[in-house]
């Protein structure tokens, strides 16, 4: 059973930063490329990052450009979420996710459909 855990959510003032990590049971994450999501309340869920298998392919959401990076460790099987300079507007319940194909590389998912396995997800709140 393949099982994503997110941790490193809080409660930061505007203009602070967070690092959020995803590890996976079941699944070796370090073959799949990786994606981060967020929805607030009242909203639908919101491509974020994403990651290929390898590492050295990123893509991000326009919101959150030039403030957040995603990055990866294979050897230690885990996907980052650097996110700085946060905003009021960034508080979200935050998810990671894993693309259904291994070795992944040139293609990026944004849409959460194309998703195969998820997290429970962690909650970040910026206070203004």
């Known amino acids: 059973q393949v099982q994503l855990v997110e941790s490193g959510g809080g409660l930061v003032q505007a203009g602070g930063s967070l690092r959020l990590s995803c590890s996976a049971s079941g699944r070796t994450l370090s073959r799949y490329a990786v994606g981060w999501f967020r929805q607030a309340p009242g909203k639908e869920r919101e491509f974020v990052a994403h990651?290929?298998?390898?590492?050295?392919?990123?893509y991000y959401g326009d919101p959150v450009k030039g403030r957040f990076t995603i990055s990866r460790d294979n050897a230690e099987n885990m996907v980052y979420l650097q996110m700085t300079t946060l905003k009021p507007e960034d508080t979200a319940v935050y998810y990671c996710a894993t693309d259904p194909r291994r070795f992944v590389r040139y293609e990026v998912l944004t849409s959460a459909h194309d998703y195969d396995y998820w997290g429970r997800g962690t909650q970040v709140t910026v206070s203004s």
């Open positions: 990651i290929s298998w390898s590492g050295d392919r990123t």
